[in-house]
C-alpha cells in the first residue's frame, strides 16, 4: 500500500520517518517521503522516493538571523519567524504535501507538519498518523516544554500544554484554514492536537518511558511510547555512513578515550571561538576531544595540537562508545545515541525540546545541563566535572545497557501505522 510520510525541519525531524519509511519499504509497502528540500537527497540516498516540501530550513538555520536568535537562545523570536516563514512558503509546501501524499491510503506526519497532514487527511478520508520525538501534547507529568523545564504541579503542566496549544494555533490558524479551504473543508477554530484526540488519530511518542516516567500512563494507548527511532547499520551503511574514517580510528587508538562534542545541525555563531573553547577546557580537564561539526560550520577548522580533532559527519553509534563523555545541543537522535552508548552526557540546549532532554538527564542522574547561550570555559567545565563523576558514569553506563537490550522501536512503530492502516 502507498503511504506518505512528510515533515519540516532538521535532519533530526527527517530521520525518524526516513527510518519508518526504510520498514514499511521491507514490508512490502510503498512509501513516499516529502521532506525540505535540503534533506531531499538524504531520503533519496536511503533509496526511497522523495518529494521538496517547504523552505530550504538549513537556509532558515543558518541565516544570520537564525544564527543569532539560536546563538541567543531566543525561542520565542525563531517560532514567530517560523511562523512567517511557513506563510511565506506555504504554496511551496502544500504543493508538496499534495505531491508526496497523491493516491496515499495513509499519511504519516511529524509536529511539524501534522496540521496540515490532518485535513488533507480528513478531506480524503484516509488515516493519519502522528510522530512526536517529545511530549508536544498537553499532560499533568511535564509542563510544555516551550514554555518551561520546571517541574510544577500536575494540573499546572496541564495548563502550561493547553496554553502553548492555543498560542501554537493562533500562529498557525490562518495558514491551516487556507488549506482546509483548498480541500474542500470549512474552517475551524479547534486545535490539531483536540482534533486528533476527538478523532481517535494515533500520535506516536517516539522517545523512551525510561527518560519520562508516569507519561506512558498519562497518554494512554493512542499516543503510545514505542521508544527512540534509532539509525541501524543498514541506514549508515546506505547514507556512506557506517563506522570510523581511518585516521579518526587512528586517532582514537592513539590515546585514551576522548570527551565528544557535537551540535548537530545547529549553527555555531563563531566557530573559531567554539573550538578555542572546547580545547581550553578539555586541557583543564586533562582529557582529549573529537568535535563533530554538522551544519554548524565547524568542519574548515584545524585546531592546535593533537588533543583535539575535528571531524565531519560521522557514524555516532561508533563513536560514541569509544568516548567517555558527550557534549551536545540535546538533540532527541543524538541524546539517544549517547545514552545507549552509555556515557555520561552534557546538554547545552538551543531551543525546542532540547532543554527538556536535558532538564531529562540532569533529574536522572545521567548528566548535566546548562543552555548554549551562557557557555563559557568555567560553566562548561564544571558541568563536564559533574557529568565524569563516577557515580554518574556509572549509572549511565546502566541506562546505556537497558537501552540497547530493548527491542526495535521502529518495528513497533511500524506495527502501530499499518494497524491505523488496516482500521
Known amino acids: 500500500m502507498r503511504l506518505a510520510l512528510v515533515t519540516s525541519g532538521t535532519r533530526g525531524d527527517a530521520q525518524p520517518l526516513i527510518l519508518l519509511a526504510r520498514e514499511l519499504l521491507e514490508r512490502g509497502h510503498e512509501p513516499v517521503l516529502g521532506l525540505p528540500p535540503n534533506l531531499v537527497a538524504l531520503g533519496e540516498q536511503a533509496g526511497l522516493t522523495t518529494h521538496a516540501l517547504g523552505p530550504d530550513t ?17 525561542s520565542k523570536s525563531f517560532m514567530k519567524e517560523l511562523s512567517e516563514l511557513s506563510s511565506r512558503a506555504s504554496e511551496a509546501t502544500t504543493a508538496g504535501l499534495l505531491a508526496a501524499c497523491e493516491r496515499a491510503e495513509l499519511v504519516v506526519a511529524g509536529v511539524l507538519m501534522q496540521d496540515l497532514a490532518l485535513p488533507l487527511a480528513e478531506a480524503r478520508g484516509i488515516p493519519m498518523v502522528a510522530v512526536h520525538s517529545f511530549p508536544f501534547d498537553a499532560n499533568r507529568r511535564y509542563p510544555n516544554l516551550f514554555m518551561t523545564n520546571r517541574r510544577l504541579p500536575g494540573p ?4 502550561s500544554g493547553k496554553l502553548f496549544e492555543r498560542v501554537w494555533w493562533q500562529g498557525f490558524s490562518q495558514e491551516i484554514n487556507a488549506f482546509r479551504a483548498s480541500v474542500g ?6 486545535p490539531t492536537a483536540r482534533q486528533m484526540a476527538r478523532d481517535g488519530r494515533v500520535a506516536i511518542q517516539a522517545y523512551d518511558p525510561l527518560l519520562t516516567p508516569g507519561l506512558a500512563e498519562a497518554y494512554g494507548e493512542r499516543r503510545p511510547l514505542v521508544g527512540f527511532l534509532a539509525p541501524d547499520g543498514g541506514f549508515r551503511d546506505k547514507l556512506g555512513e557506517a563506522g570510523l574514517p581511518a585516521p579518526l580510528a587512528d586517532w582514537l587508538g592513539d590515546g585514551e578515550p576522548p570527551v565528544f562534542f557535537g551540535f548537530g545541525s545547529m549553527p555555531v555563531h563563531d566557530p573559531d571561538a567554539a573550538v578555542t573553547l572546547i580545547t581550553e577546557v578539555a586541557r583543564r580537564l586533562e582529557v582529549r576531544a573529537v568535535v563533530n561539526a554538522g551544519w554548524g560550520g565547524l568542519a574548515a577548522l584545524d585546531p592546535d595540537g593533537t588533543d583535539v580533532t575535528v571531524v565531519g559527519q560521522v557514524d555516532h553509534d561508533a563513536l560514541l562508545p569509544r568516548c567517555r563523555a558527550a557534549v551536545h545541543h540535546g538533540g532527541a537522535g543524538t541524546t539517544y545515541a549517547s545514552l545507549a552508548a552509555g556515557v555520561p552526557t552534557v546538554v547545552c540546549s538551543v531551543f525546542a525540546d532540547q532543554p527538556f532532554w536535558g532538564a531529562r538527564l540532569e533529574e536522572l542522574g545521567l548528566g548535566a545541563t546548562l543552555r548554549f547561550a551562557d557557555l563559557d570555559a568555567d560553566r562548561l567545565e564544571g558541568a563536564l566535572r559533574r557529568a565524569l563523576d563516577p557515580a554518574v558514569a556509572g549509572r549511565a553506563a546502566a541506562v546505556g545497557g537497558e537501552l540497547r537490550a530493548r527491542p526495535s522501536a521502529t518495528s513497533r512503530a511500524v506495527d502501530i501505522i499499518e494497524a491505523a492502516l488496516a482500521g
Request: hydrophobic residues 50%.
Open 185 to 190: 473543508l470549512e474552517a475551524t477554530s479547534v
Open 156 to 159: 499546572l503542566n496541564l495548563v
Open 58 to 74: 538549513q537556509q532558515l538555520v543558518e541565516s544570520e538571523q537564525g544564527r543569532a536568535w539560536l546563538a541567543a537562545g531566543d
